[in-house]
């Protein structure tokens, strides 16, 4: 992300409340309850909801576009890598360059971030439209982990990058000690590509083939390809979520067992 395209998008999203905006009460008693969860001062409300809107809410709601997670989301992605990979250069200053993306594409995953939101019950405070809600959204890990990068991008925002730092270490410090020494299970995209690269000298390819729905709730089904044939299929709410499903379904299918820790050890 070019520098210019973040201080642009720091500005606007500072400028997300409006005349006549208010939030009830019981919303407040809300986001106050998710702030003691999360460690950090609740400060202006207004980001915090933002946060924990998505894009299906607005819809349904006839909100102002504006009124939804993903500017805040996007913003987040960007700070969550910079404090991750910043811990693990002053942490672990022999990693190498590969070693250092390794560890960014596992622990800041919808996986790992899904299950973090879990934890802090994240999915119980989003607000999402009707269709949403009653396919599982709020249990869904895409979704909660588009949340709680939102959620990260409030807090930077509204504290400092060391607030942030602190919520997101605190979130995924032990993760990535987990990473280095084999702990944390890579997923499952990565466990079959390793797969094959060790068996058969091939990478799986992913495409997606079917998409439908409404802009606000689609979905996607991607097929997962090896040497042109298809071996397992995975149906979710985004292209990612869907790849992810069907490398899961292809590790069932194939019985692929997953080595051991020290296999799974990055480089430094």
């Known amino acids: 992300m070019s520098l210019s395209l973040l201080k642009s ?3 606007s999203s500072k400028k997300t409340s409006h005349p006549g905006e208010s939030i009830e009460k019981t919303r407040l008693v809300e986001l106050k309850d998710i702030s003691r969860r999360l460690g950090v001062p609740l400060g202006s409300p207004y980001l915090l909801n933002e946060a924990l809107t998505h894009k ?3 819809y349904e709601h006839k909100l102002h576009s504006h009124q939804n997670n993903e500017k805040l989301e996007f913003l987040g992605d960007s700070v969550l890598g910079l404090i991750v990979s910043h811990y693990v ?5 022999d990693v190498t360059e590969g070693g250092l993306s390794k ?3 596992v622990v800041v995953s919808a996986q790992v971030l899904g299950e973090k939101a879990k934890g802090l019950d994240l999915g119980r405070f989003l607000l999402l439209g009707k269709g949403e809600e009653k396919t599982g959204g709020k249990n869904r890990p895409s979704l909660l982990a588009d949340a709680l990068e939102a959620v990260i991008g409030a807090v930077y925002l509204t504290h400092g990058l060391e607030t942030a ?21 890579k997923d499952h995209k990565t ?23 409404p802009d606000h709730n689609r979905s996607f089904e991607a097929a997962c390809k090896v040497n042109g044939e298809v ?21 069932r299918i194939l019985k692929v067992i997953v080595t051991t820790p020290q296999d799974h050890r990055i480089q430094r």
């Open 56 to 58: 299906s809410f607005t």
């Open 231 to 251: 071996i397992s299929r995975g149906i979710g709410k985004s292209k990612k979520e869907a790849e992810q499903l069907a490398a899961q379904e292809a590790i």
């Open 89 to 93: 250069y002053e942490t672990f200053p």
């Open 191 to 213: 466990l079959l590509q390793e797969y094959f690269q060790k068996t058969r000298k091939l990478a799986p390819h992913y495409d997606v083939v079917k998409e439908w729905g």
């Open 103 to 105: 560890v960014k594409s």
């Open 9 to 11: 998008l720091i500005s």
């Open 165 to 185: 730092g602190k919520l997101v270490l605190g979130l995924l410090r032990e993760d990535i000690e987990g990473v280095f020494t084999g702990r944390l299970e």
